[in-house]
């Protein structure tokens, strides 16, 4: 059977490819004294709070079970609204935000709108390969700008500049960024969208860990800047609904009749079960929980990293946001007598029974060195796999 081009272009995921070898060994060891952990998956180790799932089983008794509009809920978009005013101080009308199939779908429709075949998208080398997929699906080009530890890992208007050519369409940023956890600042933000404006490009941001920032400096949406910035969010990681597949998407006004369009055709609407649980998201008591549970990741990230370089995995830039610390694994690995942050990544499956994610997924500028590990898992299952790596590093 002839697989399409379009098809052929997207790579594997590899750390679901990793994920699975880690599953096949976790079930050889699932019953001895050290059952594999899992440090590869970002997902937190949290569920949705009581409120958020007795609305749900509310939902589903009553029978509010049928297609909404394709927008989603007027009183969902409500709530996402009001969260932006009481949250950052910043006035998002209901009207700009769609809601979507989680933000995998808000990503599709933005680049299905926005971007015409051979259009290049700017990203930041390392960033998350679903996104440079999205683009490629929507027949254009990403082009990956490398980025180094004393630019966070992130782009800087003077490197969107230099990498501007007559085919960039925009940029594609994420702030706090998956893999390395860093955000952009805002005055840097604006300066790059300055730039896209200038040129009459789009900026689309991916802000789904917002949320789960740790750092006021950078704890700020985008949407601040300008009515055009394009955000798109998620209710997976803050609001710990991973699978209940539901995000949303805030654009200019008059972009939502076409991304209407484009939802309706594509998926109709985001699951209307989760969306009457979303609802309940925004409760002062689900919201003190969503915050208790911040402060542990904070906790988690404090303790996990200091932890990693004293084993010689340097995390060059402390994350400000999201659970994931990008550690530098060259040395390690030289000492081990392996090469680089794949076969690292197998070793310390093999030897200490510790999942993590090699830097293969995420770019190419240096990130055969790097491996990401979540720290979306519980504490104590990050203080073993510390023990398990020390005897790997001794």
């Known amino acids: 059977m002839r697989v399409s081009a379009r098809a052929e272009r997207i790579e594997p995921f590899y750390v679901m490819e990793v994920a699975k070898a880690a599953s096949a060994l976790a079930r050889e060891v699932a019953n001895t004294d050290r059952p594999m952990i899992f440090l590869n998956i970002g997902e937190p180790d949290f569920t949705a709070p009581p409120l958020v799932q007795e ?45 979507t199939a989680g933000a995998s779908a808000a990503l599709q429709l933005a680049c299905l709108a926005l971007i015409e075949a051979g259009d290049e998208m700017l990203l930041p080398d390392p960033s998350y390969p679903c996104n440079r997929h999205f683009v490629s699906a929507a027949e254009g080009k990403a082009v990956l ?105 805030v654009v ?69 946001g999201a659970f994931y610390a990008w550690a530098d694994c060259s040395s390690l690995a030289r000492k081990l007598g392996i090469d680089g942050s794949w076969d690292f990544a197998f070793e310390a499956m093999k030897r200490a029974h510790v999942a993590v994610t090699p830097g293969r997924d995420f770019g190419t500028a240096e990130t055969a060195n790097y491996v990401r590990f979540s720290t979306a898992s519980s504490m104590a299952h990050l203080q073993e796999a510390i023990e398990r790596l020390k005897v790997l590093a001794a």
Not at 61 to 89: C, E, K, M, N, P
Request: proline share 5%; with cysteine; hydrophobic share 45%.
């Open 55 to 99: 609305a749900a089983m509310r939902a589903v008794r009553s029978g509010a079970t049928h297609y909404t509009h394709a927008v989603g809920l007027d009183a969902l978009r409500g709530r996402i609204s009001d969260w932006y005013a009481q949250r950052f101080g910043v006035d998002v009308p209901a009207r700009r935000i769609v809601v």
């Open 145 to 249: 700008v490398p980025t180094t530890a004393a630019e966070r890992f992130q782009l800087s208007a003077a490197k969107v500049e230099a990498a501007w050519t007559d085919k960039t369409r925009g940029v594609l940023l994420a702030s706090p960024s998956n893999p390395t956890g860093t955000s952009i600042a805002p005055d840097e933000l604006r300066r790059i969208h300055e730039v896209v404006t200038k040129r009459g490009g789009i900026t689309l941001i991916d802000e789904i860990y917002l949320g789960l920032s740790y750092d006021d400096a950078f704890g700020q949406t985008a949407l601040a800047i300008d009515d055009d910035v394009i955000s798109i969010n998620s209710f997976s990681k803050y609001f710990n609904m991973t699978g209940w597949r539901l995000g949303w998407l």
């Open 252 to 320: 200019p006004e008059a972009l939502v009749p076409v991304i209407e369009r484009l939802a309706q055709n594509l998926f109709i609407c985001a699951s209307t079960v989760s969306q009457y649980a979303a609802l309940a998201c925004f409760e002062p008591e689900s919201i003190a929980e969503y915050e208790r549970r911040r402060a542990e990741f904070k906790a988690r990230r404090d303790w996990f990293i200091p932890q990693l370089n004293a084993l010689g995995l340097t995390v060059p830039v402390v994350p400000d």
